[in-house]
């Protein structure tokens, strides 16, 4: 038996539990006689002898006859514990006492290691965009984790399903809104994949595999995701093979991959987290760094671009900072009109990689 009751302290368990002292004699006396019922040599309600019945009158007198051990037992009050001599004994637990149950680690909920689950989002991406989606599926999918999919667009992923499905790759056919959920934006394009990041190279690794002619694009604190989603799909249009990046993540967020409508899959980040001296490494390897600028420089109009060079393009306010600037061993810059500071550097990254192709590739 328990109960509970709250008091100043918070709430306190009671359980009664049965003293071990209880005479044999007291445990017959409530034991039920066996039979059909009837009690036994008439000892049913403290009565003794025959049962007859009585009335108001001489209730009174009956109640006089009963013999002393006839009579229903009443606990003797007990000085030393301020009450009655129960077999029942009153133990309290404070809620803090209560034992742990082991069981068998076994439980309602399952246990994740927070550690854990921060290492793998961060290991962990959603890319979407139906064109984004199918050439990752083209390109690498191992790194698929689990995908989703609106019902329109599922007979032109029909493949990547049948692939999912073989491989044991959770799949889910779901409407606008929970594919809005899933992706984190309604401009999901009908598919979202979560995938595992791919890891920046270094650049001595670029370099063992770099071909003669070459074009590496630096990005100094380019931050921007549609900025480097447009960059992406330009450098995939003219041939440039290698994104220089303070943090290779950023290709992999979801909206610089959709913006790059696919091109995404044919550039490799490259990681420059000492941003100058991995330029060095490049020049040392043979490599031109060109910087660029919008008011000073050679014309890109009056300029020779080499085959092997690493174009460094600075972030969308301020452009290159000195020290990068520094580095260069040309820099150009593009004409126009004047009536704007300058251009996007989406835009800038597009016109100088046209003419780098134009000059080597074409």
């Not at 059909?36 to 403290?46: E, H, L, N, W």
């Not at 009335?55 to 009655?84: F, Q």
């Not at 599926?137 to 049948?162: H, K, M």
């Not at 594919?179 to 690794?205: M, N, P, W, Y």
């Amino acid at each position: 038996m328990n109960d509970s009751f709250s008091g100043k302290n918070g709430k306190v368990k009671v359980m009664y539990v049965r003293s071990d002292d209880d005479s044999s004699d007291d445990r017959n006396k409530n034991k039920r006689p066996a039979g059909k019922g009837r009690p036994a040599d008439g000892a049913r309600s403290g009565r003794t002898g025959q049962d007859k019945p009585r009335g108001n009158n001489d209730r009174r007198g009956s109640d006089s006859r009963r013999s002393e051990s006839d009579r229903p037992r009443r606990p003797a009050h007990t000085e030393d514990r301020g009450g009655y001599d129960s077999p029942w004994k009153t133990v309290s637990r404070a809620p803090e006492e209560e034992p742990a149950f082991d069981h068998g680690g076994i439980s309602g909920k399952s246990f994740i290691d927070p550690e854990q689950l921060r290492r793998q989002r961060a290991e962990e991406t959603r890319v979407y965009g139906e064109n984004a989606c199918q050439a990752l599926f083209a390109s690498r999918p191992d790194a698929i984790v689990r995908a989703w999919f609106v019902q329109s667009v599922t007979p032109r992923f029909r493949e990547a399903l049948r692939w999912m499905a073989a491989n044991r790759k959770a799949y889910h056919v779901v409407d606008e809104e929970e594919l809005a959920k899933a992706s984190g934006t309604e401009h999901h394009g009908g598919v979202c994949f979560l995938i595992k990041k791919r890891q920046g190279l270094d650049a001595q690794t670029y370099l063992k595999e770099a071909p003669a002619k070459d074009c590496v694009l630096a990005l100094e604190e380019v931050g921007n995701p549609h900025n480097l989603g447009a960059i992406v799909r330009s450098c995939a249009h003219f041939g440039v093979n290698g994104v220089l990046l303070q943090d290779p993540a950023v290709l992999e967020s979801g909206a610089a991959v959709r913006t790059a409508e696919g091109g995404a899959e044919h550039i490799k980040a490259i990681n420059a987290d000492d941003f100058l001296s991995v330029l060095d490494t490049f020049r040392k390897a043979g490599y031109t760094i060109v910087t660029t600028s919008s008011h000073k420089g050679t014309p890109l109009a009056q300029a020779k671009l080499p085959a092997k060079m690493v174009l460094v393009l600075g972030q969308e306010r301020d452009g290159l900072s000195d020290s990068a600037w520094q580095q260069g061993d040309m820099s150009v810059s593009i004409g126009g009109t004047g009536k704007v500071e300058s251009l996007n550097v989406s835009v800038a990254t597009g016109i100088l990689l046209a003419d780098w192709w134009r000059q080597n590739q074409a």
